[in-house]
């Protein structure tokens, strides 16, 4: 049985007095003047499962905290379990009942079941509620755009044929474990790829480097092999139950997504290393396990792995908006959206807007002009005049002031809420975990900005 919240607060949530536990209670007090966005939570919640019969799960308002306090003290979901154990502030916060604690699993299960679109709905509610308040009205806006890392390992084409040959072999050894077996042979070649990898690795000479590839790339080809062979062998087994027929049909679909991906990393090792070529980055697998990252080359940097994401901030130091792109999108291309992304927030367009260099073009200017922004400010130029941006120099030497702000507005989302790096699966898993950690930071510092009131 699932609930919103507990109508009757334990006489012992009282909160302790240090500087954590008094940002919890500010929290606590934003959350508790936003009560409709428990509605958001609980829908998910019972999306998928009745909310009349069984046991009573956490309630809405606990899945609700509990994420808040894994994103803004960066913790796992072991770690969250410990603390909800061990710390009175964090009990009070989360308002768990006596005897309540819940585990690492019971904390994932809920947690990771609020949808991204859901975290949006509830950042918008709390804009709305800081418009209300006369703190945040969207006039002044700074648009940047920063890389979230997938939770993978630097990919190189020796490693990612290793770990296709890891991943295809697991899924053979596990469907020997069918039954009736199904009739497909194979050989266990993981040893000899990690040799030949390290091999690679140290090699000193590119002649030994290219004749390690070479019987890498032959083993591959060999696993690949045997994997063809298994599916044929699959896609007509009959189990001696029905469930030994789904767990056949779940392994028939994990290989033929394997042997794609180690078709695409064959052809593009063939390519890069066997034959010189230069492989465009849209072309290139970088994971077996997050398949959905994205190569990311912004300016003369170190190329990352991950999503690019675009945010917008208010003179607040609020996140209004937080846009996650897939490939790698121009930041030139992307205003056109953030604007109309911002305008939905709030029903008008921001009055004075301020933007990192890589939005600067003419057609930008003008477009962003046309929809009614009385003030552009660019930090690079590009050809722009200052008077074709802003009114005045003294008005674009504060905008631009003004947009060195949201560096900093990432650079703590990176470092104190997880942003860095994302560490959940899969695309959805990507968008939950950036949209988390926004709408934990903007309760935080929404939370902190009532207080001084």
């Known amino acids: 049985m699932r609930k919103k919240k507990e109508p009757q607060l334990n006489l012992l949530n009282l909160m302790p007095r240090n500087k954590i536990a008094q940002e919890l209670e500010a929290i606590a ?3 508790d003047a936003n009560q409709d966005i428990l509605d958001l939570v609980y ?7 009745r909310k009349d019969t069984g046991r009573n799960g956490m309630t809405a308002e606990q899945v609700l905290r509990c994420a808040i306090l894994k994103q803004y003290r960066e913790l796992t979901y072991e770690e969250l379990a410990f603390h909800l154990d061990d710390s009175r502030a964090f009990r009070s916060f989360a308002r768990l009942d006596m005897g309540q604690y819940p585990s690492d699993s019971t904390l994932q299960e809920n947690i990771t079941a609020i949808d991204a679109e859901t975290w949006e ?3 918008r509610a709390l804009l709305r509620f800081a418009a209300q308040q006369d703190i945040e009205k969207g006039r002044t806006v700074r648009v940047d755009s920063t890389v979230v890392e997938s939770n993978i390992h630097h990919p190189t084409d020796s490693t990612l044929l290793t770990d296709g040959i890891r991943v295809i072999t697991r899924l053979l050894q596990e469907g020997r ?3 009736p077996a199904p009739r497909y042979t194979f050989v266990d070649h993981q040893r000899a790829a990690k040799k030949r990898g390290l091999r690679i690795l140290n090699a000193k000479k590119d002649k030994v480097r290219l004749a390690a ?3 890498l790339l032959s083993l591959a080809h060999r696993v690949m092999g045997y994997a063809l062979q298994a599916i044929a062998e699959l896609k007509g087994f009959v189990g001696a139950d029905l469930q030994q027929t789904i767990t056949a049909h779940i392994l028939l679909e994990q290989l033929e997504n394997a042997v794609s991906l180690l078709k695409q990393v064959l052809d593009q090792t063939e390519r890069r290393v066997i034959r010189g070529e230069k492989v465009p980055a849209g072309e290139k697998v970088v994971s077996f396990f997050e398949c959905h990252t994205d190569v990311i080359v912004k300016g003369g940097r170190d190329t990352q792995y991950g999503h690019k994401v675009f945010l917008s901030g208010g003179r607040s130091g609020l996140i209004l ?6 490939g790698n999108p121009a930041d030139a291309g992307m205003l056109p959206s953030l604007l109309d992304r911002q305008r ?3 029903q008008r367009p921001p009055r004075q807007l301020a933007a990192d260099g890589g939005f600067a073009s003419k057609e930008n200017l ?3 002009k046309g929809r009614g922004v009385k003030d552009v400010m660019f930090a690079k130029r590009r050809g722009l005049g200052v008077l074709d941006m802003v009114k005045s120099l003294w008005v674009y030497k504060k905008l631009r002031n003004f947009r060195a702000g949201i560096e900093a507005n990432i650079s703590r989302l990176k470092r104190a809420f997880g942003l860095d790096r994302c560490n959940w699966q899969g695309w959805p898993g990507f968008r939950q975990y950036v949209w988390s950690a926004v709408v934990s930071y903007n309760v935080l510092v929404l939370g902190m900005l009532l207080r001084a009131q």
């Open 213 to 215: 590839y070479r019987e």
């Open 43 to 49: 829908c998910d919640l019972v999306k998928h499962r």
């Open 344 to 346: 939905a927030i709030f």
């Open 366 to 368: 003008r477009l962003a």
């Open 121 to 123: 709905a509830v950042n």
């Open 29 to 31: 007090h934003l959350l």
């Open 177 to 179: 474990s069918l039954d």
């Open 321 to 326: 908006e937080c846009t996650i792109e897939r």
